[in-house]
């Protein structure tokens, strides 16, 4: 089954301590990306990856970090997660196209909270 | 900047009411998508329109595309509860097609 895979989809943490979120797909999709979804905001796109080691920021970049070494995979991390991070998280993959607009696979999402 | 906004933000109706909900932008856009999004779950695409003026419909969903290509609705047809979810829409980034940019979604409740 084509799907973008999501780890971990909820998540209690403290403000300075680590992590990573996973994200994998299994469609060989050149681009991924990262969004967070806030009440009133919408989907904000925090990083993207054209394709394996190239990566770029989006709108909210601050406080994140992500790698692109295999097509597959584009883990999101927090350095130092703070409270303003709180936020559900979106990862999605799709085929990179000329021409109109390809669809975008979203993973379920991974609820953060920061204590 | 590019902007989507949609509106309303939040939308209630009774099942077998017709309703249209809107995204409009300032900026042109080689196409728009529409995304539906279910409680716990991820944005799932609707449709993708690409021609000014052109209108698609996917059963009791009709969208449409602006003759300017800088605003696009969707009209629903005697909605169902099946309906109920954020819909969002969404254009391409000047940095490449896939690389979208989302409005900030229009919640719509059916209720039965």
């Known amino acids: 089954e084509a799907q973008v895979t999501q780890n971990p989809r909820y998540l209690i943490t403290v403000t300075g301590k680590k992590l990573t979120v996973t994200c994998s797909q299994n469609?060989?999709?050149?681009?991924m990306s990262w969004y967070r979804q806030d009440p009133g905001l919408g989907l904000r796109q925090i990083y993207y990856?054209?394709?394996?080691?190239?990566?770029d920021k989006g709108d909210v970049p601050e406080g994140y970090k992500v790698s692109r070494k295999e097509k597959r995979n584009f883990p999101l991390i927090l350095e130092s997660p703070s409270p303003n991070q709180t936020s559900l998280y979106f990862c999605?993959?799709?085929?990179?196209?000329?021409?109109?607009?390809?669809?975008?696979?979203f993973g379920e999402g991974s609820r953060l909270t920061v204590l | 900047t590019q902007l989507l906004e949609q509106s309303p933000q939040f939308l209630s109706i009774q099942e077998g009411e017709n309703l249209t909900v809107y995204c409009n932008s300032s900026?042109?856009?080689?196409?728009l998508q529409w995304y539906r999004q279910e409680p716990g779950e991820g944005p799932v695409l609707l449709v993708t329109?690409?021609?000014?003026?052109e209108v698609k419909k996917l059963k009791r969903l009709t969208f449409q595309f602006g003759d300017a290509r800088k605003d696009s609705s969707l009209h629903i047809t005697a909605a169902q509860p099946g309906d109920t979810g954020l819909y969002l829409c969404?254009?391409?980034?000047?940095?490449?097609?896939?690389?979208?940019?989302f409005g900030t979604g229009t919640r719509l409740t059916v209720i039965p």
């Open positions: 900026s042109v856009f080689s196409s």
């Open positions: 969404a254009g391409p980034r000047g940095t490449g097609a896939n690389n979208l940019f």
């Open positions: 999605a993959s799709s085929l990179r196209q000329g021409g109109p607009t390809g669809e975008l696979f």
């Open positions: 990856s054209m394709n394996v080691e190239v990566t």
């Open positions: 469609m060989n999709h050149e681009y």
């Open positions: 329109v690409v021609t000014g003026g």
